[in-house]
């Protein structure tokens, strides 16, 4: 089992900056991939940003420019900086963890982000 320990979200005027962490714990050592995911209301969950082990990322066309993620794998810890934020961005913000051989999905609680125009 694997869990997942989310902090960061808030309330944020349009154009501010915001830096989501997520902690795993228990059996991180079969974790590849960590990322972010988010659920506006009414809509799907969608992809944000994720990162292998190794370090690769992928974004989410509309955050790409804005968002970085990052990682520490000494902690556990998968960061989320968001900058130039929009209304738009929204929601409650998931982190994710897969793991390497079963391709499970682990996920956090949650945070809520509000973005105000």
């Known amino acids: 089992q694997v869990q997942l320990v989310e902090s960061g979200g808030g309330l944020v005027q349009a154009g501010g900056s915001l830096r989501l962490s997520c902690a795993a714990s228990?059996?991180?050592?079969?974790?590849?991939?960590m990322g972010w995911y988010r659920q506006a209301a009414g809509k799907q969950r969608e992809l944000v940003a994720a990162?292998?082990?190794?370090?690769?990322?992928n974004y989410a066309d509309s955050v790409k420019g804005r968002f970085t993620i990052s990682r520490d794998n000494a902690k556990n810890t998968v960061y989320l900086q968001m900058n130039s934020l929009k209304p738009e961005d929204s929601g409650v913000y998931y982190c994710?963890?897969?793991?390497?051989?079963?391709?499970?999905?682990?996920w956090g609680q949650g945070t809520q982000v509000t973005v105000s125009s």
């Open positions: 994710l963890a897969r793991t390497v051989v079963t391709g499970t999905d682990y």
């Open positions: 228990g059996r991180v050592f079969v974790i590849n991939v």
């Open positions: 990162i292998t082990r190794g370090g690769s990322a």
